[in-house]
């Protein structure tokens, strides 16, 4: 089975500084990557996905995330945070699970805190 | 109004009791999920249907039931809710293949007392 592991249940930036929220997958084959928000009281929403196109990928809100297949991780970044980007992250794997179905293996996130 | 939506969004019950959680989408969407969301652990799956009549166990399916009927709703019954089924639920619908990205609902607030 895959795991996702997210270090740092908590990160706290401040507001116009580089975020970065880390996520390791275990896996011997290159994987389809996601990355998810969820702000207070919302469903998941996408912010990025590998799809084993190019390595960096450009999600929305200026997010953006590099798969290293060396160091098995997929990172996502920002440049200068925003107030806004206040809000819980999920770093999320596909895993074959019968019927021909792909599910998601989640990290158990990270919340992300934007100090003024 | 097209997308995934869920009901009810909050629902308080008492140990014992059956609860049934709706799902339904309007993207005609092959597969449908149903997670858990508990603090610490991230989003977990229970069931999931790869098409109308076919489902099946993900992570943590012990004390609930599922069915799909139609190809549009999935819905999730608690048979004998208890109180470690407290949670946030939510369902989710992808059309095919592994790099498809899964559309999620606004999710279920449930708390059994």
């Known amino acids: 089975a895959q795991s996702v592991t997210q270090l740092g249940s908590h990160v706290s930036v401040s507001e116009g500084a580089l975020v970065l929220l880390r996520c390791n997958y275990s896996?011997?084959?290159?994987?389809?990557l996601f990355w998810y928000v969820q702000y207070p009281n919302q469903g998941l929403q996408l912010l990025l996905k590998y799809t084993s196109a190019a390595t960096l990928v450009k999600g929305i809100n200026g997010f953006e995330a590099e798969f290293k297949k060396s160091e098995t991780s997929f990172h996502l970044t920002k440049p200068s945070a925003h107030m806004s980007d206040a809000a819980e992250y999920f770093c999320?794997?596909?895993?074959?699970?019968?019927?021909?179905?792909?599910?998601?293996?989640f990290g158990k996130g990270t919340h992300l805190i934007i100090q003024p | 109004d097209a997308g995934i939506t869920q009901s009810p969004r909050y629902k308080i019950t008492e140990t014992g009791r059956q609860v049934t959680l709706m799902c339904h989408q309007t993207?005609?969407?092959?597969?449908m999920f149903w997670y858990r969301q508990d603090l610490g652990h991230g989003l977990r799956l229970i069931y999931y249907s790869a098409a109308a009549d076919i489902t099946d166990k993900g992570e943590v399916p012990d004390g609930y039931v599922v069915s799909r009927s139609k190809t549009e709703n999935f819905p999730l019954t608690l048979e004998s809710a208890t109180r470690s089924q407290t949670s946030v639920y939510f369902c989710?619908?992808?059309?095919?293949?592994?790099?498809?990205?899964?559309?999620f609902g606004p999710g279920t607030r449930l708390t059994v007392l």
């Open positions: 896996s011997s084959v290159p994987p389809y």
């Open positions: 993207w005609s969407h092959s597969y």
């Open positions: 989710a619908s992808t059309h095919s293949g592994s790099s498809n990205e899964q559309f």
């Open positions: 999320a794997v596909t895993e074959k699970i019968g019927g021909g179905a792909d599910g998601l293996t």
